[in-house]
């Protein structure tokens, strides 16, 4: 085949630096954001901080303006290059999360030890021989989570060689001393021994404490089968007894661990926008207590009216990168307060009476309000946290699933979970609710909903089964 040249037209969406790098900014989270701006300070020579003025909360409280340039008005000449805040009151401070000002958030957060530190902060204090102790700390090392030692006595004694030689039997009397340490019934090999245990620190006149460790040590797997008339049969006791005992069981805590251990990871979130009421009316603004003001830094700039060719076309391109940043800034807080007003116009309901007021809620309506693609809605959401008066939750907890109803309307799937809540909460606990009886009771509430959508959205609230929800007393 002869090569030859030829034309064609054609038209090619071609993503500009500064467009990518607004889509970028536009994604990140509070954090994450600190730190892009700590970097790009640290890179330009052109961008510095804005130390001459705080930032303040606006007296009255009122939302900030959310207006945005028309199309083809880029809006240059109102931007200030010492100034990245928006035109009025939507990127002033917020107060701290109790109220005072300046401060690091997380220097404010409770440290807690792991199980395994608290156990052997204990151990050390005991009379017992560094041999001894050792054993301890292994046996200490082997307790999971929930407080369980699940680790055959023998395995143990083989963990500890060769430096250290001993029977089972040996670590079974250490044993029964780590048994005594804080929270009660930590280091037992089941659920009886648990309950034993915390049952034997009990005063011995606590009424059913004895009754109770019989049933502990005999039938308490069998409990929901036999329930209390089978637990008094069996134990030639009467139906009173046996249901005090019962209530004594269920006072203990058969996870005695689960009291201590390490906040769970991203326990600690920063929220980007506060909504809060006053005088009646919804009020949003941004929360950056965290950012601080950026500038251009002047003496910089002017030195590129002074400067040889080269240095002043460096110094002129960091200029513009620093003018996008700081214009890119601002765009993505007023995005966003665009995007929190739509939320709180459609769920205010949800802010008023709680998740069952949820409405469904999609991408789509949500762009079609405030004038924007749904792609960048879902990058104005993304790991977004709002405080609100029903505390800090993600702005993903606005948006839900909807289905419809016989009178014609729309539930939404959060409401759904939440109506399957409250039927679980109130059901008789000898004979709690199937998935086809609550299925059965959303229908008569007007929510047909099948029974495989009970057991998803029941799973998804961690709700046991009904035979696993069976209390005999």
Known sequence: MKPRLQTSLGQQLVLTPQLRQALHLLQLSTLELEAEINAAVESNPLLDWDESEPLRVADDGA?????TPADGESGDNDFRDDDWSPAGEAWQESRGWNGEDGGDPTDRMVQTDSLQDHLSWQLHLTHLSERDRRIGLMLIDAIDDDGYLREPLDAIAQSLLPETRCTPDEVLAVLRQVQRLDPVGIGARDLAECLVLQLDNLPAATPGRELARRIATGPIDRLPRI???????????????AAQALALLRSLDPR???QIGDLPANTYVVPDCVISRQQGMWRVVLANERLPRLTIHRGYEQMIQHADAGDAGYLRGRLQEARWLLKNLAQRGETLLKVVHCLLRE?????EFGPQALRPLTLREVAAQVGLHESTISRAISRKYVRTPRGTIPLRAFFASGIGTEGGGEASSIAIQEMIKRLVEAENPRKPLSDARLAEALKATGVPVARRTVAKYRELLN????????RVA
């Open 256 to 258: 005695p661990g689960a």
């Open 463 to 470: 709700i046991p089964s009904s035979h696993e929800r069976i």
């Open 63 to 67: 939302p900030a303006s959310t207006e």
């Open 347 to 351: 769920q205010s309901g949800f802010l």
């Open 227 to 241: 329930g209390i008339d089978g637990v008094a049969a069996e134990l030639d006791c009467s139906q009173d007894d």
